[in-house]
């Protein structure tokens, strides 16, 4: 009997802290979705610079392969091979 009251002991103090874990949780939970939605919400001008440039490369390499499949169509149509 002693030797289980010795292992029920620290038990309380182990799920103090187990609790007071899961209390600072849920209480930043709601700060830390509303940083998310402000964060998704707004939007740096460094951000738009880098997504303006994203698009741009994208432009270009999207015009280079319509550039290099219209001179192969029209090799192919004056019977050039490949």
Same mark, same amino acid.
């Given at each position: 009997?002693?030797?289980?009251?010795?292992?029920?002991?620290? @038990?309380?103090?182990? @799920?103090? #802290?187990? @609790?007071?874990s899961? $209390? =600072?949780?849920?209480?930043?939970?709601?700060? +830390?979705? #509303?940083?998310?939605?402000?964060?998704?919400?707004?939007?740096?001008?460094?951000?738009? %610079?880098? +997504?303006? #440039?994203?698009?741009?490369? =994208?432009?270009?390499?999207?015009?280079? =392969? %319509?550039? +290099?499949?219209?001179?192969?169509?029209?090799?192919? $149509?004056? #019977?050039?091979?490949?």
């Amino acid at each position: 009997m002693l030797m289980r009251s010795f292992l029920l002991l620290p @038990l309380p103090l182990l @799920l103090g #802290g187990c @609790l007071v874990s899961a $209390a =600072k949780t849920i209480i930043t939970a709601p700060i +830390k979705a #509303g940083e998310a939605i402000y964060d998704t919400a707004t939007e740096s001008q460094e951000e738009s %610079d880098i +997504k303006r #440039g994203r698009a741009a490369r =994208k432009a270009e390499e999207q015009a280079e =392969k %319509d550039r +290099k499949r219209a001179e192969r169509a029209q090799r192919e $149509a004056q #019977g050039e091979p490949r």
